[in-house]
């Protein structure tokens, strides 16, 4: 499906709600923290070998794991709806930094103004991800670098999730509104940014394999950009 047709606003709230109760769970932040830095931390750094300490860095749907954390150098911008119930429940847990609670769709920050956007498993439990792509295709500067962190299914699971979600919501994943395929992200993200590098992070084998998300990680840049694959 070349766009995912939006989510409606109680839908969205309880994607929300399930998302704040998973993360009240015991030692669920020092577990997602590992994996995130395990699995994403290098290739942030990487991508941000560049930058300096003026650069600044938005992590959009940062959730409490704020993998931006990760990136040594710049000064970080953390957004995310849920923020502040994420600050009431790990009050010592969260980095230093700027929080703004608000949606990813409606960021209230000049045009180009960051150096590196990311986005790290936050792009499918938005409520509209076409319209949070167009937020931070506003917010990235011409020279920027957006990268995004996503599970990704076979076409035939992602349109299995889909008619669950439309025709079946009684046995549908509440925390996870949008499943997308590869070719799917692909063409979404293409309406906004030019795609310069596809990391395919390794998954658990397994006979169940196939019906798996597999993360993967666009390094994209503005499309009246000119660049090279990022090496």
């Known amino acids: 499906m070349a766009h995912h047709e939006p989510i409606s606003k109680s839908r969205w709230i309880v994607a929300q709600k399930t998302e704040a109760s998973y993360w009240r769970g015991a030692e669920v932040l020092q577990r997602e923290i590992a994996r ?14 560049k930058l300096d300490e003026t650069s600044n860095i938005l992590d959009v749907g940062c959730g409490p794991t704020c993998p931006a954390q990760f990136i040594e150098q710049g000064k970080k911008t953390y957004v995310d709806p849920l923020l502040d119930e994420f600050r009431r429940t790990y009050p010592a847990g969260l980095p230093k930094g700027k929080f703004i609670t608000c949606l990813a769709e409606d960021i209230h920050l000049p045009d180009a103004s960051f150096d590196l956007i990311l ?7 938005m409520h ?11 917010l990235l500067k011409p020279s920027g670098v957006f990268v995004l962190g996503i599970s990704l ?16 919501p009684g046995v549908r994943d509440d925390a ?14 293409e309406r906004h940014f030019t795609i310069s590098e596809v990391v395919m992070l390794p998954v658990n084998r397994s006979l169940t394999s196939f019906v798996q998300g597999q993360d993967h990680v666009f390094i994209c840049t503005r499309k009246n950009h000119n660049s090279q694959k990022l090496e």
């Open 153 to 168: 299914y076979s076409a035939m699971v992602a349109r299995f999730h889909y008619y669950i979600e439309k025709y079946l």
């Open 119 to 125: 986005s790290i498993h936050a792009l499918d439990k």
């Open 128 to 138: 509209n991800p076409e319209l949070a792509l167009n937020e931070i295709e506003r």
């Open 176 to 189: 996870k509104p949008y499943f997308y395929c590869p070719h799917g992200i692909r063409n979404t993200l």
């Open 36 to 49: 995130i830095e395990q699995r994403f931390a290098p290739i942030l750094s990487r991508v941000a070998e």
